[in-house]
């Protein structure tokens, strides 16, 4: 029987276009199947912001910022934490990804028209010694454009190779099983699905109308993580976290459904590190959802106080933009699955960012005057302000009295005492007056604030919380939101699957979040952020090289 392309490859979201772009750039003829419809090309990457972790770049250095390869493999593997036999692939990964994002990464991208906002953000600042988790310098490039504009590249040349007849689309197709003949991966059989023009993002109808089969010389599962799916979620949650949260929102559409995960572990794959994963603790249930239990993450800057469900204040150094999975197991030893934010209106002008593409419009738009509002403007960005204003999880009040209790009515545990809380924002209040001081989120701050893209952008000028002239004071309620799968299909560098028997099996291939975004886990236990795109970008584009060059 004739094939009917070089290459298939499941998924069309990033690591899927940039495999896909790859194979065709080099002569071969590849198709790519979606379950979802034309509408949703680019999967979860549309979404994101865009965010990509970059090494010595020349934005870096404007700002002063002085970074290299060594400090960043050493801020990876202090992150990574990589302690256990399966990770002989995932920590070369690391060590060829870090060289990645310190060469080539950036001129590859700007060659098809990529572009950066000037303002390097630093995320995951750590707080612990310097063979520890966190990033020692500001890292995350924003995408001019955000996650569309991450998209577009790899879009723009998937159809010019459908144009040219190298590649071919199949939407609303649904793998629901692997072929393999004589051991070897030669094509995948499914579900087609009934036609559904819903808008991007919103759920699709399931309803089968038909069958089919696909036969090529390999595969490339290239389906995305597990995060729409709290049951897998839950099911794969590791006991050093505590208990699986009982509340969830959902950071990703109902499509990240984990489902060829299952189908592909079923055919002989060798999944690793499935209880290595990345949530968040920043969520808030959107006043506008998309999909199904839609949360999005505040990107916080480091002043807002934070206060788990009973009122104490977070240990240090769980300051926000800290150490997300420092902050989810602190959260969850404390028996619930919420903690508090309390602020300033100063503070949340200057500090809060949301994540996601729709969520910026400034950027998204790539609109420099909208982009420059934000440090200039008297309100925070628009959408921040809606969410102020509409938002389940946001309280407005202009003394602390009321609100604690509005914190109390709505969370209705009534675990919070205001006189303990008065007591704890007062005492860090009083250490604002010096440049020194004790308190080590205080100190975050000068520190983040000798860092020029902070002071413009990020952090608020020391004030206390409790001044009138800063008010009204803000509560939000910060739930549990669900994200990144980082365990996944154990890979060599060419993307090729291991088999549960440690041998590799021939035509099939894996990238992006299915591959725990290269080698079955690359960030080990924890990430330094915008990992995620660009560990699409190099594991798909290794598979994609690799499957065109194997066929
Ligand atoms: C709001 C948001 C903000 C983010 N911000 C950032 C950021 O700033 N920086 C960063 O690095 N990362 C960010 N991320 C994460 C990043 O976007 C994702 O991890 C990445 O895009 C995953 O890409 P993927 O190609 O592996 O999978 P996906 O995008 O999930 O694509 C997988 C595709 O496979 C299809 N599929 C699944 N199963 C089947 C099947 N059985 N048959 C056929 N098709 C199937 C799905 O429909 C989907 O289209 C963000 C994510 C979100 C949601």
Redesign the pocket.
């Known amino acids: 029987m004739a094939d009917d392309a070089d290459v298939i490859v ?7 276009l940039v495999a896909a772009t790859e194979i065709a750039d080099a002569g071969k003829r590849v198709i790519v ?4 419809g034309e509408q ?1 090309l680019g ?3 549309f ?6 972790f970059l090494v010595n770049s020349p934005e870096q250095r404007r700002l002063g910022i002085r970074d290299s390869f060594d400090l960043a493999l050493q801020d990876w593997m202090g992150s990574a934490g990589f302690d256990r036999e399966e990770d002989l692939w995932p920590r070369r990964w690391a060590e060829a990804y870090v060289a990645f994002a310190a060469g080539e990464k950036r001129e590859w991208l700007r060659a098809m028209g990529h572009r950066i906002f000037p303002v390097v953000g630093w995320a995951e600042r750590g707080g612990y010694d310097a063979m520890s988790h966190g990033n020692s310098v500001p890292r995350f490039h924003v995408t001019w454009g955000t ?1 569309p504009g991450i998209v577009e590249p790899f879009e723009r040349r998937a159809r010019d190779a459908q144009a040219n007849g190298m590649l071919t689309f199949r939407f609303r ?4 099983a692997l072929s393999i003949v004589n051991g070897t991966v030669d094509g995948v059989s ?1 579900s087609i699905l009934e036609p559904d023009d819903v808008e991007r993002g919103k759920s699709s109808s399931r309803k089968v109308t038909g069958e089919f089969t696909l036969n090529a010389q390999a595969v490339i599962v ?4 597990i995060g729409g799916n709290h049951d897998l979620v839950r099911q794969n949650w590791p006991k050093r976290l505590g208990e699986p949260p009982s509340n969830m929102i959902s ?2 559409p109902e ?3 984990g ?2 995960i299952g ?1 592909t572990e079923a055919a002989g794959a060798r999944l690793i590190n499935r209880d290595r994963m990345w949530h968040y603790v920043e969520g808030i249930r959107n006043w506008s959802s998309i999909w199904p239990r839609h949360g999005i993450r505040i990107l916080p800057g480091p002043s807002s106080m934070w206060f788990d469900a009973s009122g104490r204040r977070l240990p240090s150094p769980l300051f926000p933009g800290s150490d997300t999975l420092g902050q989810l197991q602190y959260i969850m030893s404390t028996g619930y699955d919420y903690s508090w934010f309390v602020l300033t209106q100063s503070i949340i002008k200057k500090e809060f960012a949301l ?2 593409s729709e969520q910026n419009p400034d950027l998204t738009g790539k609109s420099w005057l909208m982009t420059a509002k934000r440090a200039t403007n008297k309100g925070a960005p628009a959408p921040v302000e809606a969410f102020k204003s509409k938002g389940a999880d946001f309280i407005v009040r202009d003394n602390l009295g009321d609100l604690v209790s509005a914190m109390n009515a709505l969370a209705g545990d009534h675990l919070l005492k205001p006189e303990y809380l008065k007591a704890q924002i007062e005492a860090r209040d009083r250490e604002i007056e010096n440049p020194y001081v004790k308190d080590t989120q205080v100190m975050n701050i000068h520190n983040a604030r000798r860092y020029i893209g902070d002071r413009l952008i990020r952090t608020a000028r020391p004030h206390r919380i409790l001044d009138p002239a800063h008010g009204p004071l803000i509560a939000v309620k910060l739930n549990i939101l669900t ?2 799968t980082l365990g996944g299909f154990e890979t060599d560098l060419d993307s090729r699957v291991f088999g549960s028997d440690g041998k590799i099996m021939p035509g099939l291939y894996a990238a ?3 591959a725990g975004f290269g080698g079955g886990g690359v960030h080990g236990y924890r990430s330094l ?6 560990g ?1 970008l190099f594991s798909g584009r290794n598979a994609g090289r690799a499957a065109a060059k194997a066929s």
């Not at 979404?47 to 990509?52: E, I, K, T, V």
């Not at 952020?529 to 660009?534: A, I, P, R, Y």
């Open positions: 499941v998924g069309g979201g990033l690591a899927g199947v979606d379950q979802e949703s999967g979860q990457a979404w994101s912001f865009g965010g990509l996650g197709h649904r793998v629901d499914g290239a389906s995305g993580g950071g990703v499509h990240v459904d489902r060829m189908i994540s996601g994200r990144k992006g979040e299915a952020e915008g990992t995620f795109l660009g699409c």
